[in-house]
């Protein structure tokens, strides 16, 4: 089946300790997106691919950086993570860019700072 | 803020009930969509209605869109303790290329 998956499920990292997370589709969708979401609160956009054309939020913090090697796979790297930066984060993708459509979104990553 | 507010926050109701969920928001929209999201996982697409229709349904979801308010209602009837999950709208701003989530109704249907 098509889908979108996410690497790891968990993951716990450092005070300060890199991290990655990755998220990969069979869907063959040209935009990609990141989104944070806290507990009981909307998911937050961070960042989205349209194709290789990366458009990054007004209000995402330096310490978040993506890439974005061939259609298929897309990374979140966080160089610096915080205790804020605790969160679940969600990896989405859809067909078209101009104008929103439907998005598919993977199952997530559950980030731990410790 | 372009975020949609989504009312009530929580909504507990006994099974075979209908839920009825409501998202207001503040600017023009192209389409509106409606996401669930169970516990611990990501989000599932609902339904999406664009800004020329008023009512749309999928099964036992019916939304309502109404632009001059800039309000929309989902509601779920016959309500199932699998429908349990938090429900969140999501606008898609003319001119912009990205979707706004409301902050989510959480939903608990009591078997």
């Known amino acids: 089946d098509a889908m979108v998956i996410q690497n790891p499920r968990y993951q716990v990292t450092q005070f300060g300790k890199p991290v990655t997370l990755s998220c990969s589709q069979t869907?063959?969708?040209?935009?990609m997106y990141w989104y944070q979401q806290k507990s009981s609160q909307a998911p937050k956009l961070l960042f989205h691919?349209?194709?290789?054309?990366?458009?990054n939020e007004a209000d995402t913090p330096d310490n978040f950086q993506s890439r974005r090697p061939n259609t298929s796979f897309c990374f979140l790297d966080i160089r610096s993570p915080g205790l804020g930066d605790a969160a679940m984060y969600l990896c989405?993708?859809?067909?078209?860019?101009?104008?929103?459509?439907?998005?598919?979104f993977g199952p997530g990553t559950r980030l731990t700072v410790t | 803020s372009q975020q949609g507010e989504e009312d009530p926050q929580a909504l507990s109701i006994q099974e075979g009930e209908n839920a009825t969920m409501n998202c207001s928001y503040k600017?023009?929209?192209?389409?509106l969509q409606w996401y669930r999201q169970n516990s611990g996982r990501g989000l599932v697409h609902l339904i999406l209605?664009?800004?020329?229709?008023r009512e749309k349904h999928s099964g036992r979801l019916r939304v309502t869109l109404d632009t001059s308010k800039k309000s929309s209602s989902l509601l779920i009837t016959a309500s199932r303790a699998a429908d349990t999950a938090s429900y969140f709208c999501?606008?898609?701003?003319?001119?912009?290329?990205?979707?706004?989530f409301g902050t989510g109704t959480r939903l608990t249907v009591i078997p």
């Open positions: 691919y349209y194709d290789k054309d990366f458009n």
């Open positions: 209605i664009r800004s020329n229709e």
């Open positions: 999501a606008t898609d701003f003319t001119g912009a290329n990205n979707l706004f």
């Open positions: 600017t023009s929209i192209n389409n």
């Open positions: 869907l063959n969708h040209n935009v």
């Open positions: 989405a993708t859809s067909s078209k860019g101009q104008g929103a459509y439907e998005q598919y």
